[in-house]
């Protein structure tokens, strides 16, 4: 069964940065480089939304148009994890963080959206003012 962690959230000031991380393990062991891996988030009484997406196989990034700049989405098959870079946070991208899993050669928010596989179990990100 495909196992997704998420670390890295935290309560910062607008403007700082913070670095969410992934991994992806089944029993058979580590196995984010299998998968294409995403992020979603959701506030208070918003909709889940898709924030960034990379696929395994070319590094193929697609962004949501309130992050683009800001975040980047980046992996590292060797250390078995994919990462989130957020900079000049603001406090509206104050959200539970999930990540989700993929097939490999997914790499766009539509086919995020119908292919995903597993979810993590989210982590708080809080930017205050």
């Known amino acids: 069964q495909l196992r997704l962690v998420e670390s890295g959230g935290g309560s910062v000031q607008a403007g700082n940065s913070l670095r969410l991380s992934c991994t992806a393990s089944t029993a058979s062991g580590s196995s984010t480089h299998r998968y294409a891996i995403g992020w979603y988030r959701q506030s208070p009484g918003k909709e889940r939304e898709p924030v960034a997406v990379i696929d395994s196989r070319d590094g193929f990034t697609a962004y949501a148009d309130s992050v683009r700049g800001r975040f980047t989405i980046s992996r590292d098959n060797a250390r078995n994890a994919v990462y989130l870079q957020m900079n000049a946070l603001k406090t509206e991208d104050t959200a539970v963080y999930y990540c989700?899993?993929?097939?490999?050669?997914?790499?766009?928010?539509?086919?995020?959206?119908?292919?995903?596989?597993?979810w993590g179990q989210g982590t708080q990100v809080t930017v205050s003012s």
């Open positions: 989700v899993a993929a097939p490999p050669w997914v790499s766009t928010f539509l086919a995020l959206r119908q292919e995903v596989v597993g």
